[in-house]
């Protein structure tokens, strides 16, 4: 990457770069079009909305809009407001990151740097995972829930979300390429597993955990059809099955304004995490995945 | 400060590959062994079992008379300095000479006081807040070394520290190393594939292969007097001539009376081996053998020049002082005193020369 | 060389392996088993007695005619979001790498649909496209075309895969992008001199080498078509109108949980399992090739 501004300008167009910006341009506005879009229905009357089409400004009702949608309580779903239902999915977003990347670090950990009975068995234990979503087990796992009691409990929306291979896979590829002679300078030294994880493995392991941490952070807050399975009421709805249950039984009376008002609020936290983690997001992303 | 000793130490890997095959050895107080051998002798095994990063499948380690198998490398009072230097990365280079002291509990002034000390002896004063990958490769070797001196251990070990400078730093460094355990007297294990850092770093030279020693001895007595055709064409630079006997006589040599009962080769160092004129002066009363070689390069270096030559099918390196006076091609009549000759039996194993009194008789 | 340095603990490694294996075993292994149990028996209408039926329940789903219609919803549905994000993406990765000025400014805003969740992703594109409120729905009834995704099965399947498709440009962009990055640009400087224009030299030099980019692209949005674009059929068409985007996942849930046929829903589970195993199996072996590569 680095030096490809020079070396790369001879085998870019001489010609005016205005055809890519053209085509950026035109990309952009179909990938942003959609979420300002629903920003500016955020910012108007319900009347307004009700008959488009609608204004490709801001309109005028941006603070009567949000002002309700925080503190009025929302109708269509049980009265519950969107401060719940960040909060909820705040909650849910967070804890499934940390405790993935926890409970990931420790186990890539555990099979990087030891040798016991079972090691590789245990690997693919948790490797064979990644062929289990929870889309092909969906009956049976809620039958766990409802024994273990978790119906509804922030522990169910969380925890079975919390174990997953990727994780582990990414953190033990990275542990691999650690050098051996790291290892045993820091024995030499004096340092034990615990030490050695917290002054050598957490620290050179930082830019993955940022990285993993947007991933994970994204997909905790994107979930769908777990919360819907696990949560039955209202108050322990993550904001976006709270969403869809303010459109699903759409009538004359649903409030447009406040269901754009709860979307862009949906949308707003995990885009703001990638857009200022970027650079790290977008490392791991590509070096994730490959 | 502190002896070493080995008491048939052996190492056998799960597969059963046997990389160390008894190994007995014991380093004097202070002294500064070297471990020299072809990759894959066992040596880096030996010293890593000394450092305790490997467990051992036999035998003991004593390091002051204290039996340290089962102890962990923190426990057994080392130092240890790697080949990529194994600097830690996120760490300053402060800290990475502190790191170790910390753990050990070492109160803060005198972790300072020991840090700064050795930074001095090191001259990386001004480098101790930088982080290593802002370092050169000196200076990596430095902080390495910086990281083993303030543990004030009772043993240092090397793992091929110089392998990875170029040649002018690595010799530089080789008499930094050489300087610096002097002044400290720490007993000291290096271990080397590089002949002439062995030779001249060591009080005690250890030459193995395959899993065993050769020959232990001071590194001038192990040149002189090697042990087998192994320690002869591994210690020096371009490696001792093996002739055999038959390969001799048919290009001139006269041997009679010369080769002990059990010798099938026959070993010339290249600086043995000469022109007649300046060799004759040499030998003085002890005699020469002269025999022909087909001359193949002649590579002059400057001090000395190189004559790489034919004995039927069996090379020969002739080692000539400054410019030297031979032919390019065609044949030369060398000559080598008779006393610098060495034997070797089928096994490979030294055989005393024949004694000067019977010579004669023969 | 020697094998990787390690602490001698015995007892440790179990202790850091536990939390991981046991919410794997308890909510990924045991459920799976079940699932695969529950696929061999089959319920009365009353939930009462329940019999061994062996592979009865595979015969009968595949041979149920709404599964062979969901599984060529599927198909169709797949195939367009895993493929049209990916020839938008290749073209807007293509012009960003020919930019210098705004490259930073045009991959901020081009990752914000990752940030965005499937199902509100079906969302933005309803109001879009709602008959009732939406402003395009709006203007493509003006210009006298007959829109109304929901009583029109191919406008629903239509809006469904556009949504999907847009939130995966984001991913692929971004995997284009570094794709690009790492063809060597002497390769291309080589081509220039042997006299090939720009045109030709993406066809012959850069889509070429893309191929393992792509490759790994079209599995990895092959995966998001199938189980991860739950939310979007849910939140926006809940399989209808008709079964006209009723997915192979949507289907399990469905029949599981709203019409609650357990073994067939766990038959259907164990078929997902099968295809899922097939595309990590595709995805690592190419994995593995890519690490000879390098």
Request: proline share 6%; aromatic share 10%.
């Amino acid at each position: 990457m680095p030096e490809r501004t020079e070396a790369g300008t001879t085998s870019r167009s001489r010609r005016s770069p205005w055809v890519s910006h053209a085509v950026l341009i035109a990309g952009i506005l179909i990938v942003v079009f959609p979420i300002y879009y629903t920003f500016v229905a955020s910012t108007l009357s319900l009347q307004q909305i009700l008959r488009p089409p609608l204004q490709l400004l801001p309109g005028s009702h941006f603070l009567d809009n949000y002002y309700e949608a925080l503190f009025g309580g929302l109708g269509r779903v049980g009265g519950i407001n969107v401060w719940t239902l960040l909060l909820n999915t705040s909650i849910v977003a967070l804890s499934v990151a940390v405790g993935k990347i926890v409970i990931s670090i420790l186990s890539a950990y555990a099979i990087v740097f030891f040798r016991f009975p079972f090691r590789m068995t245990f690997f693919w234990v948790i490797f064979i995972t990644l062929m289990l979503p929870v889309e092909v087990r969906i009956l049976p796992t809620y039958k766990v829930m409802v024994d273990l009691g978790l119906i509804d409990t922030y522990t169910g929306l969380t925890l079975p979300l919390m174990a997953s291979a990727t994780a582990t896979l990414l953190f033990r590829q990275f542990f691999m390429t650690i050098p051996g002679e790291l290892l045993e300078a820091a024995r030499v030294d004096g340092a034990g597993p615990w030490r050695f994880f917290f002054d050598f493995v957490l620290p050179l392991s930082k830019t993955n955990i940022a990285a993993l941490f947007v991933i994970l952070f994204i997909y905790g807050w994107t979930q769908y059809l777990w919360p819907l399975l696990v949560t039955n009421s209202n108050d322990m709805n993550t904001i976006i099955i709270a969403l869809r249950k303010m459109i699903s039984y759409a009538d004359a009376d649903t409030q447009w304004h406040l269901v754009m008002v709860t979307t862009i609020f949906a949308i707003l936290p995990p885009v703001a995490v990638v857009v200022l983690m970027q650079r790290w997001f977008v490392k791991g992303l590509v070096e994730t995945e490959k | 400060m502190a002896t070493v000793a080995l008491k048939t130490v052996r190492k056998v890997y799960a597969g059963g590959m046997e990389a160390v095959k008894g190994i007995d050895l014991t380093v004097p107080d202070g002294a500064l062994c070297v471990l020299v051998g072809p990759s894959g002798c066992g040596k880096s095994t030996l010293l890593r079992m000394i450092a305790g990063l490997e467990e051992i499948s036999s035998g003991t380690i004593e390091i002051d008379g204290r039996v340290v198998n089962a102890l962990e490398p923190a426990e057994r009072d080392i130092a240890m300095v790697f080949q990529n230097y194994a600097l830690y990365p996120h760490m300053s280079v402060y800290d990475n000479m502190a790191y170790g002291l910390r753990n050990r509990g070492t109160p803060k002034p005198e972790i300072e006081r020991k840090v700064r000390e050795a930074a001095r002896m090191l001259e990386l004063g001004s480098l101790l807040d930088r982080r290593p990958r802002q370092l050169s490769g000196g200076q990596r070797q430095r902080v390495a070394m910086g990281r083993a001196i303030v543990r004030d251990p009772k043993v240092f070990l090397f793992d091929e520290p110089l392998s990875n400078l170029d040649a002018k730093l690595r010799g530089q460094m080789r008499v930094e190393i050489r300087k610096l355990q002097r002044d400290l007297g720490v007993t000291s294990i290096y271990v080397t594939h590089d002949q002439l850092e062995a030779m001249t770093l060591a009080d005690v030279l250890v030459v193995m292969n395959s899993g065993r020693i050769e020959q232990v001895g001071a590194p001038l007595d192990v040149y002189e007097e090697p042990a087998t055709t192994f320690v002869a064409s591994f210690i020096g630079a371009p490696p001792m001539n093996l002739l055999t006997p038959d390969h001799l006589s048919a290009v001139g040599a006269v041997l009679e009376g010369l080769l002990p009962a059990d010798a099938v080769t026959v070993g010339i160092r290249p600086e043995d081996l000469g022109t007649v004129e300046a060799k004759s002066a040499e030998a003085g009363s002890a005699g020469l053998i002269t025999f022909d070689v087909t001359i193949d390069v002649l590579e002059p270096v400057g001090a000395e020049s190189y004559l790489y030559a034919r004995v039927q099918d069996a090379s020969v390196v002739v080692r000539l002082p400054g410019r030297a006076a031979v032919p390019e091609t065609g044949k030369l009549k060398v000559a080598a005193p008779v006393d610098k000759l060495h034997f070797f039996d089928t096994h490979g194993k030294r055989v005393d020369p024949v004694p000067v009194a019977a010579r004669r008789l023969g | 060389m020697t094998s990787r340095v390690i602490f001698p603990h015995k007892v440790l490694p179990y202790l850091l392996l536990v939390p991981q294996i046991a919410i794997t075993l308890v909510f990924f292994y045991w459920p799976a088993s079940q699932a695969l149990r529950q696929s061999t028996l089959r319920e009365d209408p009353f939930g009462l007695v329940t019999t061994f039926v062996g592979l009865g329940n595979f015969r009968q789903v595949l041979s149920d005619p709404d599964y062979i219609g969901s599984v060529q919803t599927t198909i169709i549905f797949s195939a367009a979001t895993a493929l049209i994000p990916m020839a938008i993406a290749l073209v807007l990765a293509v012009m960003a790498d020919k930019v210098i000025k705004g490259r930073g400014f045009y991959r901020t805003l081009m990752i914000w649909p990752y940030a965005v969740a499937p199902a509100i992703a079906g969302m933005l594109w309803l109001f879009l496209f709602n008959p009732t409120i939406g402003t395009f729905a709006y203007m493509l009834r003006r210009a006298g075309y007959d829109w109304d995704p929901l009583l029109n099965g191919n406008q629903a399947m239509l809006m469904i895969i556009m949504a999907a498709a847009w939130k995966q440009i984001s991913y692929n962009f971004l995997f284009f992008v570094a794709g690009l990055q790492a063809i060597p640009k002497s390769l291309l400087e080589a081509a220039a001199v042997d006299g090939a224009r720009e045109v030709k030299r993406f066809w012959t030099i850069v889509f070429p080498l893309l191929a393992p980019t792509s490759f790994f692209l079209l599995v990895v949005n092959t995966v998001y078509a199938f189980f991860d674009t739950f939310g979007i059929i849910h939140a926006v068409t809940s399989g209808g109108p008709g079964k006209a985007t009723e997915t192979l996942v949507y289907k399990v849930y469905n029949d599981g949980f709203v019409n609650l046929m357990l073994g067939s829903s766990a038959a259907q589970s164990v078929i997902l399992m099968g295809i899922v195993i097939a595309l990590t199996a595709i995805q690592f072996r190419y994995v593995e090739r890519k690490v000879h590569y390098a």
